[in-house]
Nanobody
Framework: QVQLVESGGGLVQPGGSLRLSCAAS????????MNWYRQAPGKERELVAR???????SYADSVKGRFIISRDNAKNTVFLQMNSLKPEDTAVYYC???????????????WGQGTQVTVSS
């Protein structure tokens, strides 16, 4: 059974930094794409950053130049370094992965449970 577990959220002052982690576990054969989404109260979930297996990345315009996504393929883990945080970055951050398991040999999408990030003075 595949699990995605996020960590690293918390309360930070405007201008501060946080680093989120998402570790995938289970009988994983390969991970294609790993993503970070966020959902603020009363708003739709939005894509924040994406990293593909080859290392290519893309970002939402609202976080370009401030957030950096990276991955450790050996540990099936994706990171989100968040710098120069703003109050509008406050949201629950979710990890999403498109991966293939040894058991099914098919690619499916999995979500983590989310971690709260609050930017406030």
């Amino acid at each position: 059974q595949v699990q995605l577990v996020e960590s690293g959220g918390g309360l930070v002052q405007p201008g501060g930094s946080l680093r989120l982690s998402c570790a995938a576990s289970g009988n994983i054969l390969s991970i294609n794409v790993m993503n970070w989404y966020r959902q603020a109260p009363g708003k739709e979930r939005e894509l924040v950053a994406r990293i593909i297996s080859g290392g290519g990345t893309s970002y939402a315009d609202s976080v370009k130049g401030r957030f950096i996504i990276s991955r450790d393929n050996a540990k099936n883990t994706v990171f989100l370094q968040m710098n120069s945080l703003k109050p509008e970055d406050t949201a629950v951050y979710y990890c999403k992965a498109a991966l293939t398991t040894i058991a099914t040999m098919t690619r499916n999408v999995y979500w983590g449970q989310g971690t709260q990030v609050t930017v406030s003075s």
